[in-house]
């Protein structure tokens, strides 16, 4: 596969601050573990390839230091690290006991806030360590008398605000299972996934805010409990100050601030290393989504590791980081609490139309310290001409950045529009993990469209067709050895056969994730997109990511999907389908305009055959571009072969694109001879 990079050895875009990298939490760390675990090659603590050497070729003693550092308060002490390496089946810390919401809510300062709600309206209020605790403890109670026990599921049908932390931390305190989506999924999209779990309880909210909009889903709220038979109880949260009508359902409804508002004490139920602590959901775009199980253990130290020594977060900071429910990013930052950090909760569009610089103003506001985003925004800032530093962002130090691969092209703008020194941290992970496999830290340089290196604990290579670890080459993404955050199972998978063929047909014993990937000689990490979208031209594999890099670098662009059909004479056709930016018209000049920048920028075997203006580019609830889909619908297969419509953004889309092909087919189908039999 060809890969755009000119230079396998590019200057860093940003070195690290010696001032800071020396003074950060990972570098403590690294001080602390060759102080009491003996961990060869630190003598540098801002050294971070050697830190990551050590935490990939000593599994138990860099997650031993990690437990040791964090102070991991436990219960039952483990009787070892990890008890088994395989591939799936990994044991990690048996014998230990404990709870994640002991952990969320045990380094809060009781005085100071510990979630900052917030929404598109510039509006805001706080809730402090204390008021946390005592609303956890108020459901927790209410939950247990609704008839929740350990091992129970919860769900909630919630948007991102106090509500859904305050409902997750209850639930995990009883040890119960946790789930939960956005209110922009229909109630059959979202009953597709709870059903699954014949949850107990069910938590929704009257509506929520979306670019100046006020969605009413009470009646999809009570639609969703009527299609979950197994519910005891619906928890009716008054987030938009709706009257909730009289019920359809013939169960137990119970307001919120009947549940939150009792005075309680907090008993947590301690839980083995590997109890399950919520079930995530795959994006659904094939058949059911798929219900991903993480134990309390793993998430808590996965995360304690990311958030603590990547974010560099602690006590005095606040991290706001635009999710919405359903997405991974999410459960990530609720544990911004594990750390003693604040988080940010938000309702709304990231750019509204009145306010679309709404959450830079947030940020100067509340003092953020780490912000959070994706790529399609920052580069929808620099096209709206929008100038963060109209705000005073100066408590930034650092901004996350995942989703999608981040072009080089968005580095200068952050630089130049947000601020010089900031750490423009671009990361890559997955659902499937609840974590990242590659990403940066204050000991890191960062590379304009490279992330700065592997996490510290996972062993991540490159593979060739033949299995074998290459550099500066692009290879399958895959994990030589376990990760504690790997999920514990598939919900409904009772074999194992699901969560088996998903990550380890390929290569036994080895976890391959799915993204085409290039492990650079100087440590960093390439994302050339999905390695079951690969374009294949004459035998020359070719990553989308890279073209939609540069395609939409260039203003009159606002997004790009690049797709390699297999046609059925034997040829191939590689599409580029583009949206244009307001007022702009494709012609032949930006046709050219266009190939020519893929020509430069990749090579020539990166230009598309053909350039097609299209309305929207359909992408998951998470905002993943539908690549596989389109390309099967391009090649004629039936919708309901390919994708759950309700798990698309604009489903209205699906029938656009399955009509583009069908014209396709029908302009290149072979002419029959009038009489021919």
Not at 9 to 18: I, K, R, V
Not at 438 to 454: D, K, M, Q, V, Y
Not at 582 to 606: F, M, N, Q, W, Y
Request: hydrophobic share 40%; glycine share 10%.
């Amino acid at each position: 596969m060809t890969t755009p990079h000119s230079t396998p050895y590019p200057e860093p875009f940003l070195p690290p601050d010696p001032q800071a990298a020396a003074g950060s939490r990972i570098a403590d760390f690294a001080r602390w573990a060759a102080r009491h675990h003996h961990a060869e090659g630190l003598q540098d603590p801002t050294d971070y390839q050697a830190l990551h050497r050590w935490s990939v070729t000593d599994l138990e003693g860099f997650w031993a230091a990690v437990w040791k550092y964090f102070d991991v308060d436990a219960t039952t002490a483990y009787e070892r690290v990890l008890a088994e390496e395989a591939m799936p089946g990994a044991r990690w810390f048996p014998g230990a006991t404990l709870n994640y919401a002991h952990h969320a809510l045990r380094n809060l300062h009781p005085d100071a806030p510990a979630i900052t709600a917030l929404d598109e309206t510039g509006a805001c209020y706080e809730i402090t360590g204390r008021e946390l605790r005592g609303r956890v403890a108020s459901v927790a109670a209410t939950l247990r008398d609704l008839g929740v026990g350990q091992g129970d599921r919860v769900v909630g049908y919630l948007p991102n605000t106090p509500h859904a932390v305050i409902a997750f931390l209850a639930t995990a305190s009883l040890g119960a299972v946790w789930s939960v989506c956005g209110q922009d999924y229909a109630p059959k999209a979202a009953a597709d996934r709870f059903a699954q779990l014949a949850p107990t309880v069910l938590i929704t909210a009257d509506g929520y805010l979306f670019n100046g909009t006020r969605h009413d889903r009470r009646a999809a709220s009570l639609d969703l409990a009527a299609a979950l038979p197994t519910l005891k109880a619906t928890v009716l949260v008054d987030h938009l100050g709706l009257a909730w009508p009289a019920t359809r359902a013939a169960r137990l409804t119970v307001p919120w601030e009947d549940a939150a508002g009792r005075t309680e004490y907090l008993a947590i139920a301690p839980v083995p290393f590997d109890h399950p602590l919520w079930i995530v959901f795959s994006s659904g775009t094939t058949g059911l989504p798929k219900g991903i199980v993480h134990g309390h253990g793993g998430v808590l130290l996965e995360h304690l590791k990311t958030l603590g020594l990547h974010c560099d977060l602690g006590v005095g900071d606040r991290l706001l980081w635009y999710t919405t429910t359903h997405w991974m990013m999410w459960n990530l930052a609720v544990s911004t609490l594990l750390t003693g950090a604040a988080t940010c909760t938000y309702d709304g569009s990231p750019a509204p139309v009145a306010r679309p610089d709404i959450l830079w103003e947030l940020a100067a506001r509340h003092k953020v310290t780490v912000f959070g985003t994706s790529p399609q925004y920052l580069l929808a800032m620099a096209k709206l001409g929008i100038e963060p530093t109209a705000h005073d962002l100066s408590a930034i130090r650092a901004i996350g950045c995942t989703g999608s691969a981040l072009p080089a092209s968005a580095y200068p703008w952050v630089r130049d529009h947000v601020g010089a020194d900031i750490q423009l941290a671009s990361t890559s992970g997955g659902t499937d993990v609840v974590s990242g496999f590659a990403g940066s830290a204050p000991t890191t340089p960062i590379w304009a469209g490279e992330l700065s290196a592997p996490n510290l604990g996972v062993a991540l290579a490159a593979y060739d067709d033949a299995g074998r670890p290459v550099t500066d080459q692009v290879g399958e993404l895959v994990v030589t050895r376990p990760m504690p955050s790997m999920p514990l199972y598939f919900w409904n998978d009772p074999d194992g056969s699901r969560y088996r063929d998903t990550y380890f047909s390929a290569y036994p014993g080895v976890w391959r994730h799915g993204d085409w990937v290039t492990v650079t000689g100087h440590g960093s990490v390439i994302v050339h997109g999905r390695s079951d979208a690969t374009l294949n031209r004459n035998g020359v594999r070719l990553g989308s990511a890279d073209i939609h890099d540069i395609v939409e670098r260039l203003p009159e662009i606002t997004e790009a999907l690049v797709i390699g059909a297999e046609e059925p004479d034997g040829g191939y056709w590689m599409p580029l389908f583009v949206v244009l930016a307001d007022g702009v018209g494709l012609d032949e000049s930006l046709c050219e305009k266009i190939r020519d920048a893929i020509r430069t920028g990749a090579s020539p075997r990166h230009v598309p055959d053909e350039i097609l203006a299209v309305p929207a580019i359909p992408h998951t609830k998470t905002g993943k571009k539908l690549e596989v889909p389109v390309k099967r619908l391009l090649q004629g297969a039936r919708v309901d072969q390919v994708l759950n419509p309700s798990a698309v953004d604009n489903p209205d889309l699906i029938a656009y694109f399955a009509g583009l092909g069908a014209e396709r087919r029908q302009a290149h189908r072979p002419h029959t001879p009038e009489g021919a039999s």
